[in-house]
């Protein structure tokens, strides 16, 4: 089935310092939906993009879907102690429910 | 309203028991799943329902059973747990054919096989 592999597993910054994670498919993605999970708490929506070359933005946040539609990133910009968590991708293979493909996840640590 | 709700949050079995996770959501929701999250392996799922009487197989189904009988309930029975089954598990919901296709997850099952 459709793979998603995200990159990195895990990252550590200081506080101010900016954090970009990717997530790749080999095969082309549908859309690609992102999401955040505190540490101890549950996966929280956080967009979905659609669109070919996409850009979204969420105040420090800006999220990026490939030309291709084979890859996407999340960048923030900044970080604070409060983007601590873990942040997926997943991909919805087409379907018009939330059959979600998820991603590794990428670990993030701020270091105040 | 309150969402995505899931009972119990901390379960211990001992290998060979069987247990019920609860999973209601009180939004009118069509689809709901249940995931499971292990170290470094994200969340994968186990089975979903895209409607009451609906259920389907995902990316790991053995050792788990379903129904839905109606739209609010989607509860995940272990028939014979294993220490396999040890992780944490996620129930979701959303609309069908909405945009964003958002999840609403529940705030999970920690369960634990010796």
């Known amino acids: 089935g459709q793979q998603v592999m995200q990159i990195p597993q895990y990252q550590h910054v200081q506080e101010g310092e900016d954090f970009t994670t990717y997530c790749n498919s080999s095969t082309t993605l549908s859309n690609i939906q992102w999401y955040k999970q505190r540490p101890g708490g549950h996966p929280v929506f956080l967009i979905q993009?659609?669109?070919?070359?996409e850009v979204k933005k969420q105040k420090r946040l800006t999220f990026q879907f490939g030309e291709a539609k084979k890859n996407s990133s999340l960048h923030i910009t900044a970080t604070q102690t409060t983007d601590v968590g873990t942040y997926f991708c997943?991909?919805?293979?087409?379907?018009?429910?939330?059959?979600?493909?998820f991603g590794q996840g990428t670990i993030l640590t701020v270091h105040p | 309203n309150a969402g995505v709700t899931q009972t119990p949050k901390f379960q211990v079995l001992k290998t060979g028991q069987s247990m019920t996770l609860q999973c209601a959501q009180d939004?009118?929701?069509?689809?709901m799943s249940w995931y499971r999250q292990d170290p470094g392996m994200g969340l994968r799922l186990i089975h979903y329902s895209v409607g009451a009487g609906i259920t389907d197989q995902g990316e790991v189904p053995n050792g788990y059973n379903v129904s839905r009988s109606t739209t609010e309930d989607f509860p995940l029975r272990l028939l014979s747990a294993a220490p396999s089954q040890t992780s944490v598990y996620f129930c979701?919901?959303?609309?069908?054919?909405?945009?964003?296709?958002?999840?609403?997850f529940g705030p999970g099952t920690r369960l634990t096989v010796l």
């Open positions: 993009l659609v669109k070919s070359g």
């Open positions: 939004m009118n929701h069509e689809y």
């Open positions: 979701a919901s959303s609309w069908v054919g909405s945009y964003p296709n958002e999840q609403f």
């Open positions: 997943a991909d919805a293979g087409g379907t018009s429910y939330g059959k979600l493909t």
